[in-house]
């Protein structure tokens, strides 16, 4: 068996490609395709099950009606980001016209960047959007930093905004840096200021007593995915072993429960080399 300091040193000399491959595995693992359930991070469009499986042969029929459904899926994420891109623009609009954010607008905020994240992470992560790939990369840096320029300045320092929506939008801000991380893997500044935003979450949900809530099991489990991508998986292990003892667990949707125990199993794994 592999000592820590064995899957520590491996962990961190895989930078670059390798690296980025690293992090495409782990998102697929620790975010399996699921129907009808709220995943660690929030509900993933399938994106990853656009490719359809190849074999050897086909035939001609089968390979062209592959290459017409490629193309409509293409389309369609095309159009879902235009869409969603969109729905920003008149969001940055109606922002620049307010000077006060309501919980209404913070509603929108976090569904708008959310969903447009969303759509971006898995357009970089898998094809068949790999020509715009680069371009997919910048605006999701820029798309992340714009979305946190907005919580840190207009909604985390005024004192009428609910704890509940300021807890959620700090675990979105630590999510998306790690989002940054995974992209730019030799960007060690995006990994520090990660690990910062998730202890500046972690701090506010304690300090306001929301360790009760779901959002911070979903803070917790995301900040173990980032821990394993650091390359301690010992340590994203024991923290999805205290989320699964706390009896709070039952009273949420099953599928936490469950994205819990497959989080230690994959950890346990891991650990063991």
Not at 1 to 11: E, G
Not at 243 to 267: G, M, P
Request: glycine content about 2%; charged content about 30%.
């Amino acid at each position: 068996m592999d000592s820590f300091q064995q899957i520590r040193s491996r962990a961190f000399s895989a930078r670059s490609a390798d690296l980025h491959y690293l992090f495409k595995k782990v998102f697929d693992r620790l975010y399996p395709v699921t129907e009808n359930v709220e995943l660690m991070d929030k509900q993933e469009i399938d994106l990853r099950n656009l490719d359809s499986e190849k074999t050897e042969d086909r035939g001609e029929h089968s390979q062209a009606s592959e290459a017409s459904a490629a193309d409509r899926r293409r389309r369609r994420i095309l159009t879902q980001l235009k869409t969603a891109e969109d729905e920003r623009r008149e969001l940055n609009y109606s922002l620049f016209q307010v000077a006060i954010i309501t919980e209404q607008e913070t509603k929108k905020i976090k569904s708008i960047y959310d969903k447009l994240v969303t759509l971006l992470r898995s357009a970089i992560l898998h094809p068949p959007l790999e020509d715009k790939k680069e371009t997919y990369k910048a605006k999701l840096e820029a798309y992340c930093e714009e979305f946190i320029d907005i919580v840190d300045t207009r909604v985390i320092p005024h004192f009428w905004v609910a704890v509940q929506i300021k807890g959620t939008l700090l675990r979105l801000k630590a999510d998306y840096l790690r989002y940054l991380f995974e992209i730019n893997p030799k960007n060690g500044s995006y990994q520090v200021r990660a690990h910062n935003a998730y202890t500046e979450a972690k701090t506010f949900f304690i300090a306001h007593r929301l360790t009760k809530s779901l959002e911070w099991y979903r803070l917790r489990l995301n900040y173990a995915a980032l821990l394993y991508l650091d390359g301690f998986p010992t340590a994203a292990m024991f923290i999805c072993q205290q989320l699964l003892r706390s009896s709070k667990l039952k009273s949420f949707d099953a599928a936490i429960e469950q994205r819990v125990r497959r989080n230690v199993e994959f950890f346990k794994r891991a650990c063991l080399g």
